[in-house]
């Protein structure tokens, strides 16, 4: 398994707020949107009964007992007559997800455009350790990140970091690294 080295930048933070913003704070790989918060990471927005993003949420009973639900459980519940009539449910904490930052070469103080792919917390679990541009990958890209692979071969193989713009126009030629590799 691949490790992850240094440390994140001081101006780093910086860095990963770009990369949201430059997703439309939207997860990459899945869509999904985020609302940005107070911490500026993003906060989960909820997308239709059945989101498997919402993580738990954490129930307070009237008799002080507290349990772990998940969102599609929640729904059924707050249309039940017990939920409706106030009887059981005293205080509701949403866990909300975060859209996360993934360093796609491993190295956290390599704030790069094409290192840093915004992520919803499933997706980025995901690919954690599946994802290794060391490795050829020899398959069909996905689009969402074919730019960010071009991106990662332009600095491996031609030593310089390229615009995002520059990765797109050059994709076919960048992305055809991968077959000259041993």
Not at 23 to 43: M, Q, T, V, W
Not at 77 to 101: C, D, K, N, Q
Request: one cysteine or more; glycine letters at 8%; a positive charge.
């Amino acid at each position: 398994m691949r490790r992850f080295t240094n440390d994140y930048n001081p101006d780093g933070k910086e860095k990963r707020s770009e990369a949201r913003q430059a997703a439309g704070n939207r997860c990459l790989r899945c869509g999904h949107p985020y609302e940005c918060g107070s911490h500026g990471k993003g906060e989960w927005s909820h997308c239709d009964n059945g989101c498997t993003h919402a993580g738990e949420l954490r129930i307070t009973k009237a008799n002080g007992e507290q349990s772990l639900i998940n969102a599609s459980h929640m729904v059924k519940f707050m249309l039940s007559p017990s939920y409706r009539a106030g009887r059981y449910i005293i205080r509701i904490e949403a866990h909300w997800r975060i859209l996360t930052v993934h360093h796609m070469d491993g190295d956290k103080s390599n704030d790069a455009w094409w290192n840093t792919l915004a992520l919803c917390q499933r997706c980025h679990l995901e690919i954690q350790g599946k994802l290794d541009p060391e490795t050829p990958f020899f398959l069909p890209h996905s689009e969402w990140i074919k730019p960010y692979i071009a991106g990662f071969y332009a600095k491996k193989y031609e030593g310089r970091n390229i615009t995002r713009q520059e990765a797109e126009e050059r994709m076919t030629e960048l992305l055809a690294y991968e077959l000259k590799c041993p």
